[in-house]
Structure formats: structure tokens, C-alpha cells
């Protein structure tokens, strides 16, 4: 995330830019040069020392400078660590939001394939219902199964359903990392 007034180094200063720096350099100077006529005056008042009516004027001027220039150079002081703090906040929250995006990339990334994964699974249980319809055998059947309770066909059927959810199943898990698979 950039600021408005940031500058693209392809491009030079924006307008917006070119007036930040206009507004910087004018409020510096107008702060430079209260200072420095707050600091002549300050001189010009200890040559008046001992001469009343001068100096009653002199500490009058010199207390609305003293005034001004205490707000200068609080503004300079001030500026500079709250510009910090906040060039180092903005730093935070594109570093937060960032890390946001990729760990929401992340979980859509992992949706899909949880996605995937159940719609592979369904097809394998679908698949297998319909091969032993077709072989006459149900659930209950298979509870109390021998060799000898079924037929040649059947048992064929069930060969070929195990083979088909085998390699239904290999194909889900090789999309797994090798952490997530079991042995």
C-alpha cells in the first residue's frame, strides 16, 4: 500500500508530491526565520539592559516571539518522531495486510481442494453402490460374507469394485503432500 504522496521513480514527483515539498519548505523557512529574529531580539534586549521604557517594550515583543517560536521548534520536535511512528505503522499494517492476503490465498487454496477431495470421494462411493447393485450385494450381505455365500459373479464384482475404489483412493492421496498421507 503506498501513500498519495509517494513517489514513482519512473515517473518523477507528482503534483501532489511537488506541493508536499512546497509546504515543507515554506513552513521551514517561516519557522528558521521566527527563530532567528526571536534570537536577535533576544541579543538586541540585553544591549537595552538598564534603560526601562526600552526594555518594558523589548520583554512585551519578546514574549509574544518567545510564544512563536516555542511553537516552531515544539512543531519540528514533535513532527519528526510522530512522522516516524507513522511511516512505521503504515509499514505494519502493509506487512499485516500482506500476510493477510497470502493466509486467505492459503485457506481458498485449501477450500478447493477439500472441494476436490470430497467430490473424488463421492465419485468412489457412487461408483461402488452402483457396482454392487449390480452385483445383487448390499452392506448386509457383506457383514456376513464367505466365499462360499456368493456367486463366481459376484464375487468378479467385488474384485472389480475393490480394484476401482484402490485406485479411486491412490488417485485422491497423491494430491496429498507426503505429511498428510497415511502409511
Not at 540585553?46 to 516571539?65: N, Y
Not at 497470502?102 to 457396482?131: L, P, V, Y
Amino acid at each position: 500500500m503506498s501513500n498519495p504522496g509517494d513517489q514513482d521513480s519512473s515517473t518523477g514527483p507528482t503534483a501532489e508530491q511537488r506541493m508536499l515539498n512546497i509546504r515543507e519548505i515554506v513552513t521551514a523557512i517561516l519557522g528558521i526565520a521566527i527563530v532567528v529574529f526571536t534570537l536577535a531580539l533576544t541579543g538586541l534586549a540585553f544591549s537595552m539592559a538598564g534603560d526601562g521604557p526600552q526594555m518594558r517594550d523589548a520583554i512585551t515583543v519578546l514574549t509574544l516571539l518567545f510564544g512563536l517560536a516555542g511553537v516552531v521548534v515544539g512543531y519540528y520536535f514533535g513532527r519528526v518522531p510522530a512522522e516516524a511512528r507513522a511511516v512505521e505503522a503504515q509499514k505494519r499494517a502493509d506487512t499485516a495486510n500482506h500476510a493477510m492476503d497470502t493466509a486467505s490465498k492459503a485457506m481458498d487454496a485449501a477450500n478447493q481442494d477439500k472441494r476436490t477431495i470430497i467430490s473424488q470421494a463421492a465419485a468412489i462411493h457412487d461408483g461402488m453402490e452402483d457396482k454392487m447393485d449390480k452385483a445383487g450385494l448390499t452392506p448386509s450381505m457383506l457383514e456376513n460374507l464367505t466365499i462360499d455365500s456368493i456367486t463366481p459373479h459376484q464375487w468378479d464384482q467385488i474384485k472389480a469394485i475393490l480394484t476401482s475404489v484402490d485406485a479411486g483412493i491412490s488417485g485422491i492421496t497423491k494430491t496429498l503432500p507426503p505429511s498428510e498421507r497415511s502409511n
